[in-house]
């Protein structure tokens, strides 16, 4: 069965500072993995997927991703926040050929002046 | 410009109430979802669609409806069978999974409100 865990609900960081929010997953098979952004009260964008031509994936806005199978992680980073970074993120996981997407309950990004 | 519209922003119910969320979409896009939102509690899937006139039911179907008569619309209904319907939902829409790795769309989501 497939689940994804974030391990942080909640992670401050100051302007200009790295970004790391993290994610684990379980897959049986080989998984589809993504990042969403949230801002309040909107739908989500995609930030980026993981689509096994690389293990390091890049995104959007500055951020990335590395795939580590040994690991079961896919954590997301960025080498500077930015005040539009404050957002809720969260991972997703899906097995290839089915319907369901697993989601993490979400980690909150908040970003100091 | 494609993407997936959501009607309407806010929607408020009285007890008893039956209410109807509107979904479009214009990407050409054979799957579609409906997810619930509460705070931390990630996404739920309601129900989903990979066809014109077949869906099936998600992890928390229970007092809601749906259909799908067209490709592009894929409207929830919120019964009143359904106790606790105060939340965020959100409209999603992939091409349908297979060999390649396909995200899914979102719309901008609708609040519902029970009075």
């Known amino acids: 069965a497939q689940s994804v865990t974030q391990l942080d609900s909640h992670v401050s960081v100051s302007e200009g500072t790295p970004v790391l929010l993290r994610c684990n997953y379980s897959?049986?098979?080989?998984?589809?993995l993504f990042w969403y952004v949230q801002h309040p009260n909107k739908g989500l964008q995609l930030l980026l997927k993981?689509?096994?031509?690389?293990?390091l994936v890049k995104g959007i806005n500055g951020f990335e991703a590395e795939f580590k199978k040994s690991e079961t992680s896919f954590h997301l980073t960025k080498p500077s926040a930015h005040m539009s970074d404050a957002a809720e993120y969260f991972c997703?996981?899906?097995?290839?050929?089915?319907?369901?997407?697993?989601f993490g309950t979400g980690t909150r990004l908040k970003v100091l002046a | 410009d494609g993407g997936i519209t959501q009607s309407p922003k806010y929607l408020f119910r009285k007890e008893g109430q039956n209410v109807t969320l509107s979904c479009e979409q214009n990407?050409?896009?054979?799957?579609m979802y409906w997810y619930r939102q509460d705070p931390g509690q990630g996404l739920r899937l309601i129900y989903y669609?990979?066809?014109?006139?077949?869906?099936q039911k998600g992890d928390i179907a229970e007092g809601y409806s749906v259909s799908r008569e067209k490709k592009e619309s894929f409207p929830l209904t919120v019964t009143s069978a359904q106790k606790n319907p105060t939340a965020f939902y959100l409209c999603?829409?992939?091409?349908?999974?297979?060999?390649?790795?396909?995200?899914?769309?979102f719309g901008p989501g609708t609040r519902l409100t029970v009075l």
């Open positions: 993981y689509t096994s031509a690389a293990t």
């Open positions: 669609s990979q066809i014109v006139n077949d869906f």
């Open positions: 990407l050409n896009h054979d799957a």
């Open positions: 999603a829409s992939s091409r349908l999974t297979g060999s390649s790795y396909n995200e899914q769309f």
């Open positions: 897959s049986s098979y080989s998984p589809s």
């Open positions: 997703v996981v899906s097995e290839r050929g089915t319907y369901k997407y697993i």
